[in-house]
């Protein structure tokens, strides 16, 4: 008989260890409930991340999550860019093979016109309530960066007070002093650079001040380029004397330690921001690993790794990093412009529109320069 106890005694401490264990895991303040997502996703053992931040940049960001869950494999892939995660992910679905769990990318336009055809699934992420109301949409997608559009220019080349501080000052600077800009401004290629396109679309609905800009970059022969870190370089060189609408989290941390002649400006008339767009598949294979995904990728934790480790500004106002909204807030104050996480950012992708909107945006460029 005491045996039989012993057994007994045995096997309900088990049991207590090992719920335990679940328990452990959920993360204060969340629903009790949380314990059998967290033991779905045990029993799945995979989430499937398709991203367009490099697996080098990424390895903190996995590291992390691994560290929450060790059972949990994360195959993560940020191999590639945004149009051919999008293009593979159709593609899989089309076929009926396994794709991504979690689609995780800066192509914010891209990624709400899947959640617009209905790829997206909804989930109540207890994280969200954390976000500003723009960088989320229905519980079925988040931002979860703060990064912003800016100026770039060679500070040992442009006098301070050449500097331009918004798109006027930028316009007289390229029309006043074209013998010295002439073919040394450089910006996104429109229609080679997914986001370019997004920054371009964008800059139009801010209003008027586009088509004046415009015949300045013409005037000034702008180069188009398709590489951030390409186009950083060649401004750090010398090679270029300035940037327009380039990725200012890359600028910003990369003129701080390896590229001592590069300045950086927020534009004062308006400074776009753009948020890295993260959506669970509706079609996931792995649905549950997703959720403790997107929960971790949203938490304080990992928001702190993005602004931290990653250097890509945490979008949350409650976490202590070296980059966040908060801090960059201070700087660029009412001029911010966050980019919706909203479907409408989808409708420019319309092939007609994006067709006819590349045509004039050339055609402006091409016009003003004969």
Known sequence: MKLL????????????ACAGTAFAQVPAGYPAG?????????????????????????????????????DIEVEYDGNSGSNEIT????????????????????????QMMLVRDGHAASYASPEAPHLPAWARWRDQAWGTTFEPVVFVYNKTRVAEDEVPRDRTALAKLLTERADKF??????????KAGVGYLFA?????????????????????????????????????????????????????????????????????YTLVLSRVMFISKHAKHPNAAKLWADYLLSQRGQKIIGDAIELFAVRDDVDAEY????LRERIGSAARPIPIDPKIAAALDEKQQRAFIANWKSALAGVAR
């Open 5 to 16: 106890h012993s057994i007994i005694f045995a096997l309900a401490a088990c049991a207590c």
């Open 34 to 70: 949380y314990a059998k997502v967290v033991e779905a996703a045990r029993k799945e053992g995979k989430v499937v991340v398709y991203s367009v931040l490099g697996n080098k940049a990424a390895t903190p960001l996995v590291e992390g999550f691994k560290a929450l869950y060790p």
């Open 87 to 110: 293009e593979r992910f159709l593609a899989e679905l089309k076929s009926g093979k396994p794709s991504a769990d979690v689609m995780w990318s800066s192509a914010m336009d891209l």
């Open 182 to 191: 002439a073919g040394k401004v450089a910006m996104f290629d429109i229609a």
């Open 201 to 269: 679309v964008q800059d139009e609905a801010q209003g008027q001040r586009l088509p004046a800009l415009l015949q300045a970059l013409g005037r000034a022969r702008v180069q188009e380029g398709v590489g951030t870190g390409e186009m950083l370089s060649k401004v750090n060189s010398g090679e270029y004397l300035l940037g327009y609408n380039i990725m200012g989290a890359y600028a910003l941390v990369r003129s701080k330690k390896e590229l001592p002649s590069l300045g950086v400006v927020l534009p004062r008339d």
């Open 324 to 327: 966040t909204a908060a801090k």
